[in-house]
């Protein structure tokens, strides 16, 4: 072999090591560039193990916290169902409210069906003073969803209606209804001998928990009535050892057999069934138509059970609503309703 042939392999193998180097060097360089993006990709995958663990963390304490919201609404469906099935099982109050067409007819029963619509076993009685019935009560009821209920009528007869001229009129109100509602009750009712019967007039103002009180009465439940009688109060006055009453606080003719007002007593349903000729009437003297039908039920003084915290409490209160002074006009158009404009209709019917 001669130099240059030498000199040719030698550069041969020197470009040959050359090429190598340089392929191993680019090698190395996407090696590297590799190792960076799978380390990149590891840190990355780090943190999302890190992130779903905390989210998975957070998840499990949102599924404890929905278990023991669960548990709670299974618990308070228990008791609403109980309360349910207790509130069925309550003694029936009968709740007689006589009525009659007025300027605050609507107003009035609105705002005591609104008290009643509360209140379980509650079955109300309304009795019109009216030939037929009107559509508003019946539309009262159905809107305040009343299940228990009943809307009938009983004339006042002509001689004794209410005669607004004569500021010595001297008939009573309501006695024709009340009736009517005694014979609907002995009618259709008389099964139900743990039920009370209370008359309830459509003006009074009534706290949720005379209900309470007037469901465990034997035989008449008594308590006192607020702003009643030209007083404050009228009340039952109780024996000390609590348990009967022996005088009344009323005022105005304290010498009735009762003197106490329609609002101040319940009666059981019993008695009613148990006494048919037991009612009102127009042929007593004022003041005299609770004591009338309380002694028409065969009842004594001995006979009421003071209710209301051993009369201490007011739970009803004698209201009455003011005769809204109309000008003559509409005075007038209340006498034919027709002539009414749609949302003067509204305020009435
Ligand atoms: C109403 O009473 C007044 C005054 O007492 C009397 O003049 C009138 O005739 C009575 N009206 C009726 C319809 O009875
Ligand atoms: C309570 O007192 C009255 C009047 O003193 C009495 O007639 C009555 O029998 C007493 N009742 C009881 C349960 O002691
Ligand atoms: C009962 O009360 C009336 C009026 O408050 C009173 O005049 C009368 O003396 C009382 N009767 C008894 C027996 O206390």
Redesign the pocket.
């Given at each position: 072999m001669n130099d240059a042939s030498m000199i040719k392999i030698l550069l041969l193998i020197g470009c040959v090591v050359v090429v190598n180097i340089l392929l191993f060097w680019r090698q190395n360089v996407d090696m590297s560039e590799n190792r960076n993006d799978l380390e990149a990709q590891v840190l990355s995958l780090q943190r999302k193990r890190d992130y779903l663990l905390l989210k998975n963390a957070d998840l499990e304490r949102q599924i404890h916290r929905m278990e023991l919201k669960l548990e709670h609404i299974e618990t308070q469906v228990r008791d609403f169902s109980q309360a349910r099935q207790d509130r069925k099982n309550l003694p029936q109050i009968f709740f007689i409210t006589p009525t009659k067409f007025r300027a605050e007819q609507k107003a009035d029963l609105t705002r005591l069906g609104q008290t009643l619509a509360h209140i379980p076993n509650l079955f109300w009685i309304i009795v019109e003073d009216a030939d037929e019935p009107s559509e508003m009560p019946t539309k009262l009821l159905e809107r305040l969803k009343f299940t228990s209920s009943v809307h009938i009528v009983a004339r006042t007869p002509p001689e004794i209606r209410r005669n607004e001229s004569d500021p010595n009129w001297k008939f009573p109100r309501g006695v024709a209804q009340r009736n009517a509602a005694l014979e609907y009750l002995r009618t259709n009712h008389r099964s139900f001998k743990k039920s009370v019967v209370y008359f309830g007039d459509d003006d009074n103002v009534y706290d949720w928990r005379i209900f309470d009180e007037m469901r465990r009465i034997e035989k008449v439940g008594v308590w006192p009535v607020g702003i009643v009688g030209g007083t404050i109060v009228e009340t039952p006055?109780l024996a000390p050892n609590g348990t009967t009453v022996?005088?009344?606080?009323?005022?105005w003719k304290?010498e009735r057999p009762f003197?106490i007002d329609m609002a101040a007593f319940a009666v059981n349903l019993a008695l009613i069934v148990e006494n048919p000729t037991a009612e009102f009437s127009n042929h007593v003297p004022r003041g005299y138509q609770e004591s009338h039908f309380l002694e028409s039920l065969g009842l004594k003084r001995s006979d009421l059970e003071p209710k209301a915290d051993f009369c201490t409490k007011i739970y009803v209160w004698h209201t009455r609503t003011e005769n809204t002074k109309l000008l003559k006009r509409d005075r007038q158009r209340l006498q034919n309703p027709e002539s009414l404009n749609l949302i003067e209709k509204d305020a009435i019917l």
């Open positions: 006055i022996i005088n009344f606080t009323s005022i304290p003197p």
